[in-house]
């Protein structure tokens, strides 16, 4: 006697999980073009505050801090485009955080891979600190 088979359905991943994915991939795809990951996920204490995904040294010594943005979907414009103004500041605010503890100043930049359609799209000084 057998047991009784069940229907389960695949539980679709969430947001979070896609999120992840999309930043591990960017990750993969940076190291391979030779950017060695200094910090991920880095936050400034308290609310209100900023967050950046990836800070990257790039092989000329530039700290690259990387904004990852996945979409399936171009419906609201693709993921470089939900980059908005108050995001782009939040992360300017988390960089400088980052760079108080530096002993001097490294050229910076600001980068924003998009993750979409199965591509990856990385778009290298994508906005500035002005």
């Avoid at 979409?71 to 908005?84: D, F, I, K, Q, Y």
Wanted: hydrophobic share 45%; glycine share 10%.
């Amino acid at each position: 006697m057998g047991f009784p088979q069940t229907n389960k359905l695949a539980v679709p991943p969430s947001t979070k999980q896609r999120g992840d994915a999309a930043e591990n991939a960017a990750l993969a795809h940076l190291q391979q073009a030779g950017l060695r990951l200094l910090v991920r996920n880095y936050r400034t204490p308290g609310r209100g505050g900023g967050e950046i995904d990836l800070i990257m040294r790039a092989p000329d010594g530039t700290c690259v801090f990387v904004e990852v943005r996945q979409r399936s979907t171009a419906s609201h414009g693709g993921a470089a485009a939900s980059v908005s103004a108050l995001k782009q500041r939040r992360i300017v605010f988390a960089a400088r955080h980052y760079l108080m503890r530096c002993a001097s100043l490294p050229p910076c930049r600001f980068d924003v891979v998009a993750v979409e359609y199965g591509a990856i799209i990385w778009l290298q000084g994508a906005f500035d600190a002005a």
